[in-house]
């Protein structure tokens, strides 16, 4: 079975919004890292969107340093469930209907994991138990406004921290697994 991570920057005060987040060259190389332990990206709507808009050719007024990872992105395979969507493309496939067959069947297939993105996914998955492993990147800032994560989360989720790494900016990566 096929792991299912989750990874997202936060800043201190638990703001998970990327424009309160300052781009990072050495932050978006550890993001291939990640995409490249995964056959595929698992996102919702919102962050599918967001991440089309961003990263799919031709390339926008972005960075050089932040190419690689324009190409990570736009090369992998990605699912995207959304119930208002009508059709997707850029290398993707609609996951409609019952949310824990779903993705219990994507994670049933064969290959090195699956890796998702956002906020509103991440926390039906919590919900469901679907999620691995956690891994917060944690910014040295306080937003003081934004979305924050697992807001409504209905129970506790005890993790166990199983590596940290820490980058230039200050910033912290944490990776954690459920407590079982």
Known sequence: MRPLRYSINVTLDGCCDHRAIPADEELHRHAIENIDQADALLFGRVTYEMMEAAFRPPAGARPDWMEPFAQTIDAAKKYVVSSTLDRVDWNAELVRGDLEKAVQQLKRESGKGLFVGGVKLPLALAELGLIDEYEFVVHPRLAGQGP????????????RLVSRVEFGSGAVAMRYEPRM
């Open 148 to 159: 924050t994560l697992f807001a409504g989360l209905s129970k506790c989720v005890d993790l």
